[in-house]
């Protein structure tokens, strides 16, 4: 029973492979810019991992059919989804990933002298003594590279081009928020976000295509 139980969620992965027949264009990161808009609420693991349902994966279908098919904006789907599928509760405070140090280090499995090297550099830092999700993904992230000898060092060169990525957004938004005219701060949140995911996808595309080049393909 338990086995069943937890086979009944999914992990993002799982749920972009049920996805990619119909949206080949979907990417994570486009799941995630959605959950951030809170069309979609997947619940959270200890770990901070996402635990997908089916239900979450006819949500995903619903929205993108919308926004392929006819050109909806999100809150205008929003508003859809809750005729369709109910409103979604509100997502809950202690859903949200903060980790001690100590857990960081467990999650991530990294040791004390790398993450400090990784705070030096400043790759991640903590928030009221805490770690958020971004944190411990960039903390696996670097975990996971140094099997291929990159080390925090090595990544000042992608923190750069994070940072003027990031400066990209703020210019568009900047307009923005200094309207100053209501709901002048979600339309900047908004724009935003998505900005930031397709610049995330241009950035994937772009890498690939290096990569082919220096392997002569």
Same mark, same amino acid.
């Given at each position: 029973?338990?086995?069943? &139980?937890?086979?009944?969620?999914?992990?993002?992965?799982?749920?972009?492979?049920?996805?990619?027949?119909?949206?080949?264009?979907?990417?994570?990161?486009?799941?995630?810019?959605?959950?951030?808009?809170?069309?979609?609420?997947?619940?959270?693991?200890?770990?901070?991992?996402?635990?997908?349902?089916?239900?979450?994966?006819? @949500?995903?279908?619903?929205?993108?059919?919308? @926004?392929?098919?006819?050109?909806?904006?999100?809150?205008?789907? !929003?508003?859809?989804?809750?005729?369709?599928? +109910?409103?979604?509760? $509100?997502? @809950?405070?202690?859903?949200?990933?903060?980790?001690?140090?100590?857990?960081?280090?467990?999650?991530?499995?990294?040791?004390?002298? *790398?993450? *400090?090297?990784?705070?030096?550099?400043?790759?991640?830092?903590?928030?009221?003594?805490?770690?958020?999700?971004?944190?411990? @993904?960039?903390?696996?992230?670097?975990?996971?590279? &140094?099997?291929?000898?990159?080390? $925090?060092?090595?990544?000042? $060169?992608? !923190?750069?081009?994070?940072?003027?990525?990031?400066?990209?957004?703020?210019? *568009?938004?900047?307009?923005?928020?200094?309207?100053?005219?209501?709901?002048?701060?979600?339309? $900047?949140?908004?724009?935003?976000?998505?900005?930031?995911?397709?610049?995330?996808?241009?950035?994937?595309?772009?890498?690939?295509? +290096?990569?082919?080049?220096?392997?002569?393909?």
């Amino acid at each position: 029973m338990t086995s069943q &139980a937890a086979r009944s969620h999914m992990s993002i992965g799982e749920v972009l492979g049920l996805l990619h027949a119909e949206f080949p264009d979907v990417t994570i990161s486009k799941i995630r810019f959605l959950e951030g808009e809170g069309l979609i609420e997947p619940e959270r693991s200890p770990s901070g991992y996402r635990k997908f349902t089916h239900l979450h994966v006819e @949500q995903l279908r619903f929205i993108l059919r919308e @926004q392929r098919d006819h050109y909806l904006p999100l809150r205008v789907i !929003k508003d859809k989804m809750a005729e369709s599928f +109910g409103r979604p509760h $509100a997502v @809950q405070e202690n859903s949200e990933v903060r980790l001690s140090r100590a857990e960081l280090l467990e999650a991530a499995g990294l040791s004390e002298e *790398t993450l *400090t090297e990784l705070e030096d550099y400043g790759l991640l830092a903590p928030v009221a003594r805490r770690y958020d999700e971004d944190a411990l @993904q960039v903390a696996r992230s670097v975990g996971a590279l &140094a099997r291929f000898g990159l080390h $925090a060092r090595h990544l000042r $060169a992608v !923190k750069a081009a994070a940072e003027r990525e990031a400066g990209l957004v703020e210019q *568009t938004v900047a307009p923005i928020l200094k309207r100053r005219r209501p709901g002048a701060i979600g339309e $900047a949140d908004e724009v935003g976000r998505e900005l930031s995911t397709l610049l995330l996808d241009l950035h994937a595309a772009l890498l690939r295509t +290096g990569v082919r080049s220096v392997l002569g393909r």
